[in-house]
């Protein structure tokens, strides 16, 4: 069985010493390797910005897109082979700006898909500007003045999109994060992973200190009840978003895949393309 | 007894005027008549005329009628609308409920008939189509038995007592119009049909058809006119053979998804018109760039923007052909007949593979929607071909090397291997990359890379690029044109060449890359070339141009109101360029 060391390659990230994203992919790793899969079975498709190309540094197939496309690319993948397990993968502008409307549509569709977001609050390949999830009044090079739109609430808009599973994670604590994407990638339908993950060369706001003063983990509120949906709004509205662990998760719904008429069991890819004369003669017979 | 027969049907939409056209043409395909149908179908003037004008012929027949022989008429906007397009040897049915007025510059007489209170006096005034067929049916001196059988098919499910209703609505227009004919009975008959039966479809048909005989399992797609046809298709039939379909948030997440979808190993496709197409352009590019398969069908409608969303255009050539920021190789191809949009599809299902990169196959929106007979599709000629996919054993790779996805190869063609492959691992991605698909931006690497893909190309098996038909070494004139002008092109190139022209046509199937080799000849055999196209600037006799010159004796007849070009009309405008 292969362990988180097969899920490595020989590919060095280029991302900043000290980065968030190396949590997230080391997570990503662990719990690939914990939930009993091998690498070729595994796709990552990520976006386009310094998390997108976590796509080439996990020994998996690997796809890395245009930006906020991430998502509907891996749920193709994961139409037409359903016995992959897909993650995708992206930063908060590429799920949150450009990608905004995939990511409501691929959580509402329900397509069996884990999404990791290495949410920082700025863009940092295109060297700090403004993102969605800054904070009003976040200076970048694009606010000089201070962000003026509110930030936006990705949790509040899972849940509120008919989301079957909403996680939030943050990269200094790997146990935990692993813990959350493993039960993601085990989760029957799309499973939304939010994780906080410091830009340290441009988000000298949200850094690791502030993060471990403003986080509290679910597992330490009394009675939190995952199940409970109306709870867990309440809770990331009352926390202003800023908790970790399995926020809701929906086991009765059904995947899309499951709800399809029709869809076959075995992956698309393996099934014969050929129609039989009998078949086709079947379709002409209607237009005749 | 008339060879050709023009019907159209118009009234308020919503009033049934598709489903008369659908059943006078059922009846007549199965009497063995060849038929064209063109929709009008948006609200031009207030109140949402729809007509359906279905020309009918015992031979074959490739366009749409110059005249009308009987327009039937729900209301008095129909009559407003059409009666131009009559002759003096034409008629007009119209319902009395309306009290209709046969306009003072009329050519053809006015006839009255109470559609409106025959069907009510049978039950519900909605059967006032079927008296309408009825009608139509005393016109061409037949007998009301041929459409039992489509009105079994239409109603059966309601019953025999609904199917006796309609059966009875049907007879009692035949009465009624034979009484009014008097001695003119028999006038409009039209000469016998050989009774074979042939397919009746429309082309998104003939392509959606196309892709499942191609093998594609999978599809994603937005909603849109004049495509949408080709989605719904795909969804009734898909679940029967496993696949699926998914209606996605825009033609962005369509596209991307469908390559997703061929990157996972399924063959997979999209389909849309302009607007979707511009949203589709980064997707065109990122399948260029990682080699992945696509196919995308452009069903062309009237541009800019929303423009003119149900009618006939053949703007968006330049947006397929040259779309998309940087360069990649692509191939586009434009079927021009049903059978052409049948095996089209499929071959670009297979070029799309072979090749590994996107192609689109466009059509316009009289192909698209235009209703039309086809000998049935040969089966035997359906091929899939999904070129180089690895499906030996790999062996491990040393140090968890990537596969060579874009491993350097003679003919530019890299072996394909699907995720869920053992020791098949690799990357792909939109940045430039290496062999292994690792991102590399060193300034020989992109040459090598840059070559390579366009080098596939050479390798592009495509039937049959140019439609020709040259009788003439030496031609007084070269026709082109491409997808849906075909028919129209064809009767012009008969009349002209029974005045005595020598008239050659070309309808170009391959638009890229385009066959000049094929091409060039034409042109240079001819003393003028008239590129005939529904679009304001030409696009077409300029990619000409640019390919293979001939700037000095190259004309344009463009047409952008957005209609077909009819017969006549372009028959009179190759004759004014040839003066």
């Known amino acids: 069985m292969a362990t988180f060391k097969d899920f490595r390659n020989s590919v060095k990230p280029n991302w900043c010493p000290g980065c968030g994203d190396f949590s997230v992919q080391a997570a990503i790793q662990r719990a690939a390797a914990n939930v009993g899969i091998e690498p070729h079975e595994l796709a990552v498709v990520a976006g386009i910005g310094c998390s997108g190309r976590i796509a080439g540094y996990i020994n998996s197939y690997g796809f890395h897109g245009i930006h906020g496309r991430a998502l509907p690319i891996a749920q193709g993948v994961k139409m037409a082979n359903r016995n992959l397990n897909v993650i995708a993968s992206g930063g908060d502008g590429d799920g949150f700006a450009i990608g905004m409307a995939h990511t409501v549509h691929a959580i509402r569709r329900n397509i069996d898909i884990t999404y990791v977001v290495m949410d920082n609050q700025i863009y940092g390949l295109t060297k700090g500007q403004t993102s969605p999830r800054s904070a009003q009044g976040f200076v970048t090079k694009s606010t000089p003045g201070g962000a003026i739109e509110p930030s936006l609430k990705p949790l509040e808009v899972a849940l509120s999109s008919g989301a079957t599973f909403v996680a939030q994670g943050f990269s200094t604590d790997i146990k935990e994060l692993t813990a959350l994407i493993e039960a993601g990638i085990q989760h029957k339908g799309f499973s939304f992973i939010n994780v906080f993950s410091p830009c340290v060369t441009y988000n000298k706001i949200n850094t690791y200190e502030w993060f471990k003063e403003h986080l509290t983990k679910l597992s330490d509120i009394e009675g939190y009840d995952s199940s409970n949906r109306e709870l867990a709004m309440h809770t990331v509205m009352d926390k202003e978003g800023l908790v970790t662990g399995i926020i809701y998760q929906d086991t009765e719904t059904k995947s899309y895949q499951e709800k399809v008429p029709g869809y076959s069991e075995q992956p698309l890819a393996d099934l014969d393309m050929n129609l039989t004369e009998d078949q086709f003669n079947e379709l002409v017979k209607e237009f005749l | ?579």
């Not at chain 2, 059943?23 to 929709?39: E, I, K, Q, V």
């Not at chain 2, 006032?128 to 016109?139: D, F, R």
């Not at chain 2, 008239?503 to 091409?519: G, K, T």
């Open chain 2, 1 to 579: 007894m008339l060879h050709q027969l023009s019907w159209k049907v118009g009234g308020q939409q919503g009033e049934g005027i598709e489903s008369t056209g659908e059943m006078f043409s059922m009846a007549m395909n199965r009497l063995g008549y060849h038929l064209y149908g063109y929709r009008h179908f948006s609200s031009r003037i207030k109140g949402g005329h729809t007509n359906n004008k279905i020309t009918v012929r015992p031979t074959k027949v490739r366009a749409i009628a110059d005249d009308l022989d009987i327009l039937v008429a729900f209301d008095q906007e129909t009559i407003e609308v059409n009666y131009k397009e009559l002759t003096e040897n034409s008629i007009i049915l119209a319902d009395a409920k309306f009290n209709p007025e046969k306009p003072e510059d009329s050519k053809a007489p006015l006839y009255i008939v109470p559609f409106t209170e025959i069907a009510t006096e049978l039950g519900t005034s909605l059967m006032k189509n079927m008296v309408a067929i009825g009608a139509t049916a005393a016109l061409l001196n037949l007998k009301t038995p041929v459409f039992q059988s489509v009105v079994e098919e239409i109603f059966g499910r309601k019953g025999e007592e609904v199917v006796r209703k309609n059966m009875e609505a049907i007879q009692k227009g035949y009465d009624a119009m034979s009484d009014l004919l008097g001695d003119r009975v028999g006038e409009w008959e039209l000469a016998p049909a050989d009774g074979k039966r042939r397919m009746y479809m429309i082309g998104n048909d003939a392509v959606a058809l196309g892709a499942l005989a191609a093998g594609a399992r999978f599809m994603s797609a937005y909603p849109i006119t004049p495509a949408s046809e080709i989605m719904e298709y795909l969804i009734a039939k898909l679940p029967k053979l496993g696949g699926a379909v998914i209606q996605t948030e825009d033609e962005i997440a369509a596209a991307t998804m469908a390559i997703g979808a061929n990157f996972g190993g399924a063959r997979s496709f999209t389909a849309s018109a302009g607007p979707g197409l511009s949203l589709m352009m980064e997707a065109i590019g990122l399948s260029g760039m990682t080699e992945q398969p696509l196919v995308i069908v452009d069903t062309q409608r009237g541009g800019p923007s929303t423009g003119l969303p149900t009618k006939q255009e053949q703007s968006d050539l330049m947006a397929m052909l040259y779309g998309t920021h940087g360069e990649i190789p692509k191939v586009v191809i434009a079927p021009s007949t049903l059978e052409e949009a049948f095996f089209d599809t499929i071959q670009a299902f297979n070029i799309a593979e072979e090749l590994q990169l996107p192609v689109i196959l466009m059509t316009d929106l009289q192909l698209s929607l235009g209703k039309q007979t086809t000998d049935p599709f040969d089966y035997s000629k359906i091929e899939i071909r999904r070129g180089k996919i690895v499906d030996d054993v790999l062996e491990a790779p040393e140090n968890k090397d990537y596969f060579k996805r874009y491993e350097n190869t003679e003919d530019g063609i890299s072996p394909r291997v699907f995720p869920g492959t053992e020791n098949g691992i690799h990357h792909v991605t939109g940045v430039e990359h290496d062999e292994t698909g690792k991102p590399n931006e060193a300034p020989k690497n992109r040459e090598v890379q840059m070559d390579k893909r366009f080098r596939k190309l050479e390798k592009l098996n495509f039937d049959t690029p140019v439609y020709v038909n040259a009788p003439n070494e030496e031609a007084d004139v070269l026709l082109v044109g491409f997808n849906s002008t075909r028919g129209t092109i064809e009767e012009v190139q008969e009349r002209l060449t029974t005045e005595g022209l020598k008239v050659n046509h070309a309808h170009v199937r391959l638009l890229f890359p385009f066959p000049s080799q094929e091409m060039a000849p034409l042109v240079a055999n001819a003393k003028k070339v008239i590129v005939v196209e529904n679009n304001k600037t030409s696009q077409l006799a300029n990619i000409m141009k640019m390919n293979i010159g001939g700037h000095d004796k190259t004309y344009s007849i463009t047409k952008y109101d957005g209609t077909p070009f009819l017969p006549r009309e372009l028959t009179n405008k190759v004759k004014e360029l040839l003066d």
